[in-house]
């Protein structure tokens, strides 16, 4: 009895190994489909921009920076420290090692780097019947018919989805959240307001016209 007994439970514990070795291949199966249909949402800023530009030189040889032809610092423009500074402007090399953690444009003639960046609103509009996939950390503001606004909540992760979405078939369209200078009015009102210039993007206003909080 005591054979046969202990038989049973062999036998027992093999269906039962079975079954859960199933389930578990279910579930990995289940979860490995459905990673591959969204991209790695893990995407930490690096280096950023302190400022909103539409572009940043930086000459080498004489140590100049200047955003949107106003002069500028390292410092001010990326937020670090005088020694971080300092070492970038002892080569090329340094400088491109310190610029490497971004998701700037980058080239480089000489000296001279200019740098652009397509991403650093964190938006752009996509035109599409839906939006199928989302991503923790996306916000989707529908502006009108088959438009639609998408934020992130980094430049890294907004440069990835914005790739992603590039591949995905329903996506109709995508528009880079562009920014553009608003230049003051040349008149006496310059005098006593100051001469100071800001920043615009397709986006805020897209918003705004759309009447969208």
Do not use: C, H
Not at 107 to 129: C, H, L, M, P, R
Not at 181 to 196: A, F, K, L
Request: glycine share 4%; net charge negative.
């Amino acid at each position: 009895m005591r054979r046969k007994t202990r038989t049973k439970v062999k036998k027992y514990l093999k269906i039962v190994g079975i079954i859960i070795g199933v389930i578990l291949l279910i579930v990995g199966i289940f979860f490995a489909i459905k990673l591959s249909r969204r991209p790695e949402i893990s995407y930490e800023d690096g280096i950023i921009g302190k400022n909103p530009f539409i572009e940043i030189t930086i000459d080498l040889a004489n140590k100049e920076v200047k955003r949107d032809n106003v002069d500028s610092s390292l410092r001010d423009e990326f937020n670090i420290t005088e020694e971080q500074e300092n070492l970038a402007y002892a080569s090329v090399e340094e400088m491109q090692n310190l610029l490497s953690n971004s998701v700037f444009d980058i080239s480089i003639d000489g000296q001279k780097f200019t740098i652009k960046n397509k991403y650093q609103t964190k938006k752009f509009i996509v035109e599409a019947s839906e939006i199928k996939q989302k991503v923790e950390g996306e916000e989707i503001t529908e502006l009108s018919d088959s438009l639609y606004l998408l934020s992130f909540y980094s430049e890294k992760l907004t440069k990835a989805m914005y790739n992603y979405y590039q591949n995905q078939e329903y996506i109709k369209q995508i528009y880079n959240d562009e920014i553009f200078i608003d230049e003051p009015i040349n008149d006496i009102s310059q005098t006593v307001y100051g001469n100071s210039r800001s920043y615009l993007n397709w986006a805020f206003i897209g918003i705004n016209a759309n009447g969208v909080r």
